[in-house]
């Protein structure tokens, strides 16, 4: 089984940028914790992370051709991005979106995301856990 592992915008400075809100790891070390648990669960993680939409639409498109199903935080993307949606409902294989915060209890903008109905679910506000959760969730979705 192949699972992208797919960063939007910002995350590049996760460890740093408000670690209040998003946690004290690095991208590099929620990379290296989702890979070690792919092993455990036989799957094959590819991690990639872009601040360009174009970029983000392009791994997705891709993603159909290798992967088995995606976990993407699209970061801001997720409340302003109808082509990512799009790209989500054009690939055809399972997407779960993830949120480091719980976008609820934020900002009220944060509320609405123009993805989250094109995806087979939504994890928010665990942390780098989001990730972890919804990595074993696309996993037991996947036939096998």
């Keep these: 089984m192949k699972i992208l592992i797919l960063h939007g915008p910002n ?4 460890g740093t ?9 690095t991208l590099e070390n929620i990379n ?6 792919g092993k455990e669960l036989n799957a094959e993680i590819k991690c990639l992370q872009s601040n360009h939409e174009g970029a983000l639409i392009d791994a997705l498109h891709d993603a159909r051709t290798w992967a088995h199903g995606v ?7 997720t409340h302003t991005s109808v082509a990512l949606r799009d790209a989500i409902s ?3 294989i399972p997407v779960i979106e993830v ?3 719980n976008v609820y209890a934020r900002e009220e903008f944060r509320h609405v995301s123009l993805v989250s109905a094109v995806c087979k679910g939504k994890v928010t506000g665990f942390g780098w856990r989001s990730y972890e959760l919804g990595l074993r969730g696309l996993i037991d979705i996947i036939p096998t």
């Design 99 to 101: 949120h480091l915060s």
């Design 71 to 77: 976990v993407f935080n699209p970061g801001g993307y």
């Design 90 to 92: 054009a690939i055809q």
């Design 11 to 14: 995350l590049n400075l996760l």
């Design 32 to 37: 290296e914790k989702l890979i070690a648990l």
């Design 17 to 25: 940028r408000e670690p209040e809100v998003y946690g004290s790891l």
